[in-house]
């Protein structure tokens, strides 16, 4: 069973078109997270949730739209996409503050814009 | 705001020998935990190691070891009897009163025959 799981894999789409990456967790972890992952491989978080309420937004542009329907998923959905917006977007989730509980990724989300 | 740095972007090791990979990072924090992942070409973030602030003792988990240099805000990590598998980019990471990580840019790690 995969721990934190998202959908799709990979996605290839062209410049101006909106889509979502989906995300679930079968921990019973109470945050989750997504991240991005540039090309340069650097990592940075861009949204969480605790409970379905948003405590963190890392000055992302709101083309990006998180949602979380109940605590065990968080999906997000791109808007108007641009070439910028190729990276490897993984999702993850901890119980509690990340310092006490470990933060389990999702195998991550490559998504190009062409 | 915090920052880490990990200056080696490469690092090479023989099969058998040991490396060292290097971070620092930079917080004005009392209370923080420190980790080291790891992402095999699979893509997948595995965390490798965790060290608490407060615990003078350097964590240690199997073949990985941490030396930990809370003044000097240093904390690198030892890989022995290095193995085929160990090749990964290595990240170090950083988290505080939020809960969030903090990542370093990153150190690509070769093993070598």
């Known amino acids: ?114 | 705001a915090q920052t880490v740095t990990q200056s080696q972007p490469e690092m090479s090791v023989q099969e058998a020998e040991t490396v060292t990979l290097s971070c620092t990072y930079d917080t004005s924090e009392s209370d923080y935990y420190l980790f080291w992942y790891k992402q095999p070409p699979s893509r997948q973030m595995i965390l490798v190691i965790r060290q608490e602030a407060y615990k003078q003792q350097n964590a240690t988990e199997n073949r990985f070891s941490v030396n930990f240099q809370k003044a000097a805000k240093s904390f690198s990590l030892k890989i022995s009897d290095s193995q085929l598998g160990d090749a990964a980019m290595y990240f170090c990471a950083y988290t505080g009163t939020a809960s969030k990580l903090t990542f370093g840019t990153g150190t690509r790690l070769q093993v070598t025959l």
Request: glycine share 8%.
């Open chain 1, 1 to 114: 069973d995969t721990a934190v799981s998202q959908t799709p894999k990979y996605l290839v789409t062209q410049m101006g078109n909106d889509k979502s990456i989906k995300c679930e967790q079968n921990l019973g972890h109470d945050t989750m997270y997504w991240y991005k992952q540039d090309s340069k491989k650097f990592l940075k978080i861009m949204f969480s949730y605790n409970n379905k309420e948003l405590i963190i937004n890392e000055t992302v542009p709101n083309r990006f739209s998180p949602k979380s329907p109940d605590k065990a998923h968080l999906n997000l959905h791109i808007n108007s996409l641009e070439l910028g917006d190729s990276a490897v977007y993984f999702c993850a989730s901890s119980q509690g503050w990340v310092g006490i509980g470990e933060l389990f990724f999702g195998e991550g989300s490559r998504l190009t814009v062409l």
